[in-house]
């Protein structure tokens, strides 16, 4: 049996209610887990349409984070510019970076390309740490003023989850309209089968190379976001632990699905906030909390609505 359209609309405008509703009746600190939520969603979407989509393992995405909060952290406070100048100028900068360095990457597959992004992902943290007089180093970048548009100030937790979730919405349905359409049919063939892929005139790797700019420019887009918000960054924000993270959202959510990110982006950002109550215990439940997800919903979160769908159909 298949749900029919009505029932399936009548669901997401459900959701979409309660998460209009749910910052009048949230706490500050909750409103506040959300929006890292959102911006945790933007970055891992990235990840998702490498892993789900090429099958590629990106490790490296916390670079691409650290310098759309970096380039419009020092554009606003040193240079003076509008937000929305520098968070458009990290993103040129992240896309630029990935081109050039995925060019040579990802002529690598498998565990080799993996060590590769991670090895870039280092790099990158030590020039975080030595460009000082770019970055701060250790002491960070504050004062940043916060995000405006149009004459509206985003500068409580209430307003900017707003905008977060609704810059969300549209980069989903955007994604999604990417993996149903040509691009996406080209990217599972090359998934999972290159010779065939190649066989239909797929140039494997341009079409590798545009994901890894387009998910170097998500990441760039969440970071420049995360710095308004913060209105501080520092370099202990743009880790490989991070990059690890950012990973772990598509893992948990299934890496195929473009909608599953957002559990997935929930569960790492309210989990470990809900376990923290236990202590130096805290990493180690979480820990095991992956485990069990990986071993009982092997296809990840999006896929719990189906299969209880299908056991409670028969």
């Not at 900017?160 to 979730?165: A, D, E, G, T």
């Not at 079409?207 to 969440?222: C, D, E, P, Q, Y």
């Not at 890496?255 to 997935?264: D, K, L, M, T």
Request: charged share 10%; hydrophobic share 55%.
């Amino acid at each position: 049996m298949i749900k029919s359209p009505t029932a399936l609309r009548f669901q997401i405008i459900a959701i979409a209610i309660i998460a209009i509703c749910l910052p009048f009746i949230l706490q500050r600190s909750a409103t506040d887990l959300l929006v890292f939520a959102g911006l945790y969603t933007i970055a891992g979407l990235g990840v998702g349409l490498l892993l789900g989509q090429c099958g590629i393992v990106n490790l490296a995405q916390a670079l691409f984070y650290g310098i759309g909060a970096y380039a419009t952290a020092y554009s606003t406070v040193t240079l003076g510019w509008s937000p929305l100048t520098g968070i458009l100028l990290g993103i040129i900068i992240s896309v630029a970076i990935a081109l050039l360095i995925g060019i040579p990457l990802l002529r690598l597959h498998g565990f080799f390309l993996a060590l590769a992004t991670l090895a870039a992902g280092t790099i990158g943290t030590i020039f975080f740490f030595e460009w000082d007089w770019l970055t701060g180093g250790t002491l960070g970048i504050g004062g940043m003023p916060s995000l405006s548009i149009a004459g509206f100030t985003f500068n409580t937790p209430f307003r900017f989850y707003y905008l977060v979730w609704a810059i969300v919405l549209v980069l989903l349905v955007l994604a999604n309209n990417l993996v149903r359409g040509r691009p996406g049919l080209a990217m599972r063939a090359m998934r999972d089968s290159a010779p065939a892929a190649e066989v239909m005139a797929v140039s494997i790797h341009a079409m590798r190379t545009k994901i890894f700019a387009l998910s170097a420019g998500l990441g760039a887009l969440a970071g420049s976001l995360f710095a308004h918000y913060s209105t501080y960054v520092s370099v202990e924000s743009f880790t490989v632990q991070r990059s690890i993270i950012f990973l772990l959202i598509p893992v948990i959510a299934g890496a195929r699905s473009v909608w599953g990110i957002i559990p997935g982006a929930l569960f790492v950002t309210l989990v470990p906030e809900l376990l923290a109550g236990f202590g130096d215990a805290h990493q180690m439940l979480f820990g095991i909390m992956l485990v069990l997800v990986v071993i009982f919903v092997p296809d990840g979160l999006s896929g719990i609505p189906t299969r209880l769908y299908k056991r409670f159909a028969q």
